[in-house]
């Protein structure tokens, strides 16, 4: 059994990708076939480690999505106060 996170994550990344790369012919690498898909063997983690997994991811792009808040909200600053700030002068 596979979480679906976990999945869609792995399937995403470059591993995912190669795995695709394996089992697809042809120019158009994207088009997937299940005739292909179906004799595929993946080596997946137990469904704890899984859950953990995508636990963690969720927690990194909470992360990132709070820094890029702040990063909207720096760039909102006037540059002057930028400036100064980056400067030590504040």
């Not at 969720?58 to 808040?69: C, F, N, W």
Request: proline share 2%.
């Amino acid at each position: 059994m596979i979480n679906k996170s976990t999945f869609y994550y792995w399937l995403r990344s470059l591993y995912g990708e190669n795995f695709i790369k394996g089992l697809t012919r042809g120019a158009v690498r994207e088009r997937l076939l299940f005739k292909r898909l179906a004799v595929a063997s993946v080596e997946v983690p137990g469904i704890e480690a899984q859950h953990e997994f995508a636990k963690q991811v969720r927690l990194i792009q909470e992360a990132i999505s709070k820094t890029d808040e702040q990063i909207k909200l720096v760039e909102k600053l006037p540059s002057a106060y930028l400036r100064r700030a980056f400067a030590g002068s504040v």
